[in-house]
């Protein structure tokens, strides 16, 4: 069973927060669905339902990196 903070989603000023913490500001974001194997990038972000932001790519194919274990 996932641990409960894998399920309860970041609020948008607790995304900023975090990505403020990154020292280099010029890095790339991406979003991985598996644990961070493959990533994609970001294209959009969007509001949906009037309650989220939701990350998209919006790529007909997306460009996927395959990252080694070591991340």
Do not use: C
């Amino acid at each position: 069973m996932n641990p409960e903070w894998t399920s309860r989603g970041k609020t948008i000023a607790q995304l900023i927060e975090e990505l403020r913490s990154f020292e280099d500001q010029s890095l790339e974001v991406r979003i991985s669905l598996d644990a961070g194997s493959t990533s994609y990038p970001i294209s959009l972000v969007a509001k949906r339902n009037g309650k989220y932001a939701i990350l998209e790519n919006s790529q007909d194919e997306p460009t996927a990196i395959q990252h080694d274990a070591t991340l």
